[in-house]
């Protein structure tokens, strides 16, 4: 019944309102992808549009395995703003960006040795990897401001700003946009051109993003220190960013195998998989907007040692997390063919797809609590509970229900799926429970 109480508590608009902002981030995120396939799609050759899709989706996976910058960066600041800490504050955003640009800086010296393992896994034909190549080449330059504006986004967020990192995705799709437009089709400048637009706008998003920063401190009345973190603030840090890093890659494991594997079924499997996928992505529009608002909160609650507000955050973001999830089920069940249909009009793909859609009905559901108390986790800082669940929900959630079953093809995997996303949450809930002992999540 305690679950009721934490219900009633006036928590729900506080965390909607820290998650719109964050839902409607992710939701145009996809529109940059859109416009750059619908730019480069409309030159001469196919190998353009080729070669942007394997050099963009290289820099993506870079980037994205990059995200525990933010994610470490939110917790630690959301603690330390509890705790109205800024000298803490200010450590934890310095270290952070040194980490960053080194992480950054590491990709660039890397990013020929990377280049060659691209080629060797793809094996594409020349046309198509000379353009990924120079898509890449240049892309690569923008990871010191992709890096740190991931770090400044969770800061702005762990200060409870959810409006700032909206800001700034916004800004940087619509400078991507335009100099898409201006340097593709009107300087022909082909696949360099997106990737120069791409490089402009993360630099221009950092700019705004540094910013935002400045306002947001001299609207709290801080002033900036430059306080350098000490040895052992500055390796919890690293250990932090270990621990979501070797996670964040588990997961791409995951989903990498159901790709290729998908392949070894067919083209049908590949394209039917490929488009299914996007149901999941969906689905974290909203329930990664909740998980967001929610690491804020638990990090706040951590750092104001509060109990009872951190339990209450919890119960108010499942309850919200249910309901986008049901949501969700409701939607595909009814509207899951007419989005099939709209993301390609291949039949035999089409009634692929069909075939394994009822996966997708219930997946939200089921994926639910994983997306949520990966945000807790992050609000608490315990990363290390986040790396350990990962790799035992991938290991025999994932890849023992795969080879279990091969049997089966297809169906196998989107079992081995939903087993995964089913067991992360599950283990997640079980170690959230244990450290709940005596407030020790609170220690």
Same mark, same amino acid.
């Given at each position: 019944?305690?679950?009721?109480?934490?219900? $009633?508590?006036?928590?729900?608009? &506080?965390?909607?309102?820290?998650? *719109?902002?964050?839902?409607?981030?992710?939701?145009?995120?996809?529109?940059?992808?859109?416009?750059?396939?619908?730019?480069?799609?409309?030159?001469?050759?196919?190998?353009?549009?080729?070669?942007?899709?394997?050099?963009?989706?290289?820099?993506?996976?870079?980037?994205?395995?990059?995200?525990?910058?933010?994610?470490?960066?939110?917790?630690?600041?959301?603690?330390?703003?509890?705790?109205?800490?800024?000298?803490?504050?200010?450590?934890?955003?310095?270290?952070?960006?040194?980490?960053?640009?080194?992480?950054?800086?590491?990709?660039? #010296?890397?990013? &020929?040795?990377?280049?060659?393992?691209?080629?060797?896994?793809?094996?594409?034909?020349?046309?198509?990897?000379?353009?990924?190549?120079?898509?890449?080449?240049?892309?690569?330059?923008?990871? &010191?401001?992709?890096?740190?504006?991931? +770090?400044?986004?969770?800061?702005?967020?762990?200060?409870?700003?959810?409006? #700032?990192?909206?800001?700034?995705?916004?800004?940087?799709?619509?400078?991507?946009?335009?100099?898409?437009?201006?340097?593709?089709?009107?300087?022909?400048?082909?696949? *360099?051109?997106?990737?120069?637009?791409? +490089?402009?706008?993360?630099?221009?998003?950092?700019?705004?993003?540094?910013?935002?920063?400045?306002?947001?401190?001299?609207?709290?009345?801080?002033?900036? *220190?430059?306080?350098?973190?000490?040895?052992?603030?500055?390796?919890? /840090?690293?250990?932090?960013?270990?621990?979501?890093?070797? $996670?964040?890659?588990?997961?791409?494991?995951?989903?990498?195998?159901?790709?290729?594997?998908?392949?070894?079924?067919?083209?049908?499997?590949?394209?039917?998989?490929? +488009?299914?996928?996007?149901?999941?992505? /969906?689905?974290?529009?909203?329930?990664?907007?909740?998980?967001?608002?929610?690491?804020?909160?638990?990090?706040?609650?951590?750092?104001?040692?509060?109990?009872?507000?951190?339990?209450?955050?919890?119960?108010?973001?499942?309850?919200?997390?249910?309901?986008?999830?049901?949501?969700? @089920?409701?939607?595909?069940?009814?509207? #899951?063919?007419?989005?099939?249909?709209?993301?390609?009009?291949?039949?035999?793909?089409?009634?692929?797809?069909?075939?394994?859609? &009822?996966?997708?009905?219930?997946?939200?559901?089921?994926?639910?609590? @994983?997306?949520?108390?990966?945000?807790?986790?992050?609000?608490?800082?315990?990363?290390?509970?986040? $790396?350990?669940?990962?790799?035992?929900?991938?290991?025999?959630?994932?890849?023992?229900?795969?080879?279990?079953?091969?049997?089966?093809?297809?169906?196998?995997?989107?079992?081995?799926?939903?087993?995964?996303?089913?067991?992360? #949450?599950?283990?997640?809930?079980? $170690?959230?429970?244990?450290?709940?002992?005596?407030?020790?999540?609170?220690?």
């Amino acid at each position: 019944m305690k679950l009721f109480h934490y219900l $009633r508590t006036p928590y729900h608009i &506080p965390l909607l309102t820290l998650a *719109a902002p964050m839902i409607l981030s992710n939701i145009s995120v996809p529109l940059l992808g859109l416009v750059d396939t619908a730019v480069i799609g409309h030159l001469s050759h196919a190998h353009y549009l080729a070669g942007i899709a394997l050099g963009s989706g290289s820099i993506a996976l870079l980037f994205w395995l990059a995200s525990f910058l933010r994610m470490s960066t939110t917790g630690e600041i959301a603690q330390a703003f509890g705790e109205k800490n800024q000298i803490r504050s200010y450590q934890s955003l310095l270290a952070s960006l040194a980490i960053a640009l080194f992480f950054a800086l590491s990709l660039i #010296g890397l990013s &020929p040795f990377l280049l060659d393992i691209i080629e060797r896994l793809a094996n594409p034909s020349s046309d198509v990897m000379a353009q990924a190549s120079t898509y890449f080449s240049i892309r690569i330059y923008s990871a &010191p401001a992709a890096m740190m504006n991931l +770090v400044l986004l969770g800061f702005m967020l762990g200060l409870q700003y959810g409006k #700032g990192p909206f800001y700034v995705v916004l800004f940087t799709n619509i400078v991507n946009i335009v100099l898409d437009l201006l340097f593709v089709i009107g300087f022909e400048w082909g696949v *360099a051109g997106a990737a120069w637009a791409s +490089v402009i706008a993360d630099y221009s998003a950092l700019i705004l993003a540094v910013c935002l920063t400045a306002s947001l401190l001299k609207q709290r009345g801080w002033t900036f *220190a430059w306080r350098l973190p000490n040895r052992e603030h500055l390796m919890h /840090l690293l250990t932090l960013n270990k621990d979501i890093f070797i $996670r964040s890659l588990v997961l791409q494991l995951c989903f990498s195998f159901m790709t290729f594997y998908g392949a070894r079924l067919g083209e049908n499997t590949l394209a039917a998989n490929a +488009v299914l996928l996007n149901f999941l992505m /969906l689905v974290s529009f909203a329930l990664d907007g909740i998980a967001y608002a929610v690491e804020a909160k638990v990090g706040q609650a951590k750092g104001e040692r509060d109990v009872e507000k951190l339990k209450a955050w919890v119960a108010v973001s499942i309850l919200w997390g249910g309901v986008f999830a049901l949501l969700y @089920c409701i939607t595909f069940a009814l509207f #899951g063919p007419m989005i099939i249909s709209m993301l390609t009009s291949i039949p035999s793909v089409v009634e692929t797809a069909l075939i394994y859609l &009822p996966w997708l009905v219930v997946l939200p559901l089921i994926a639910m609590s @994983c997306f949520l108390f990966d945000g807790v986790f992050v609000g608490l800082t315990k990363a290390k509970e986040m $790396r350990n669940s990962m790799i035992f929900s991938a290991l025999f959630g994932f890849f023992l229900p795969v080879f279990l079953l091969l049997d089966h093809g297809n169906h196998a995997l989107w079992f081995a799926m939903s087993c995964f996303m089913a067991l992360r #949450g599950v283990t997640l809930i079980y $170690r959230y429970r244990k450290l709940g002992v005596q407030n020790a999540l609170l220690k």
